[in-house]
């Protein structure tokens, strides 16, 4: 099971990509297409700010959502047109090799970043060898529910 971090941080994904895709209302976030693929607009924040009212936009999810989905791959990024369970399974299998390192009191001098943000820990894993585009990622086939199923043993 993923920490309380790690699964806020994926349904900040899953939420954005379905403003994206008007699925949901949208608070204002914008995307772009180029010949990087398809990326979110961050919104900026002024640097001469309080910290308190810093670190509030940093967390909230017109900040973290564009941001969180922008280090998705491009091809997970590109996925449009379809249901929730295929880009869920696409973020899934992508999300299952990086390191899921919460903080522990007595135990996070071992942690190998900053924090266990996906941002940061995309980068450790990256370093180690455990991600690499086309082996995380799931075949999006066009039953998506079926390839999850399987995933699991048919439970």
């Known amino acids: 099971m993923r920490s309380l971090q790690h699964r806020r941080e994926r349904y900040s994904l899953i939420y954005t990509w379905r403003m994206l895709e008007n699925q949901v209302p949208n608070i204002g976030i914008e995307q772009q297409v180029s010949k990087r693929g398809r ?12 910290t308190w009212i810093r670190n509030l936009r940093e967390s909230s999810l017109k900040f973290r959502g564009p941001t969180l989905f922008n280090c998705l791959p491009r091809e997970i990024r590109g996925i449009m047109g379809c249901g929730t369970t295929k880009f869920k399974a696409a973020v899934d299998g992508w999300l299952s090799p990086i390191p899921d390192e919460p903080q522990i009191p007595g135990y996070t ?45 048919g439970l």
């Open 39 to 50: 990326r979110c607009i961050v919104p900026p924040i002024n640097s001469t700010a309080k």
């Open 109 to 153: 001098a071992m942690r190998r970043r900053e924090s266990n943000s996906i941002r940061h820990m995309l980068g450790c894993a990256k370093r180690d060898g455990d991600i690499e585009a086309e082996q995380h990622m799931p075949s999006v086939s066009s039953q998506p529910e079926a390839a999850y199923h399987s995933d699991l043993g």
